[in-house]
């Protein structure tokens, strides 16, 4: 059973959040604030954070930024709530290293589909193959990435992305494809998510130099590959 933190001031929000996931056979347990979190987040063990975006004293926009930027802390899956549902409010949510943007209002059906959307992707597959590319490897395994053994941090999103783009090496696929086989077929997601996270995956093989295999192809998207 996954246990999933709610952070929301508002007792009535949380309450319908509550009842829809313990009727999906989620553990829940919830705080008002970011101070009541970080203490939940040293005592419990979590498998996924429903944050919402405005939250007394300090954000739930500070909170997430903080989280993925502590290495402890930084692969716990975040989903952002809030009441800000334009495009640029939504990049900005992601952009924090959120895996998921839920505008209010939505439906219980909605975010319940979307947590488990996030779990599936954020959690490891029965694969068990290793795959290197240009010294690029990664351990499905232990779900770690690494350069000629130096590991590499990454957030799960964009560890999926990167596992599929490994594992279909030189092949270009659009946006939309992406979504398809990333994020799965029942997250409500918008291509530009495609872009955000392409460019963290880039970030984080930056150091390495590997961010040069993330290649565009205009007018279609992106492929993988070590050819030039």
Sequence with gaps: MATILIVDDEPDIREVIRFALENAQFRVIEAGHADDARKLLATEELDLILLDWMLPGRSGLELATQLKQNPKTRSMPIIMISARGEEEDRVKGLETGADDYI????????????????????????????????????????????????????????????????????????????????????????????????????????????DRLLQTVRGVGYRFSDKT
């Design 103 to 210: 505008a209010k209002p939505f439906s219980s059906r909605e975010m319940v589909a979307r947590v488990k959307a996030v779990l599936r992707r954020t959690r490891p597959d029965e694969s068990t193959d290793d795959i290197e590319i240009g010294g690029l490897r990664i351990d499905h395994i232990s779900h770690r990435v690494s350069v000629n053994g130096a590991p590499i941090e990454i957030a799960p999103t964009e560890y999926r992305l990167l596992h599929f783009f490994m594992t279909h090496v030189d092949r270009a696929f659009s946006r939309s494809q992406l979504l398809d086989q990333v994020w799965g077929d029942q997250v409500y997601v918008e291509e530009r998510t495609v872009d955000v996270h392409i460019r963290r995956l880039r970030k984080a093989l930056e150091t390495t130099g590997h």
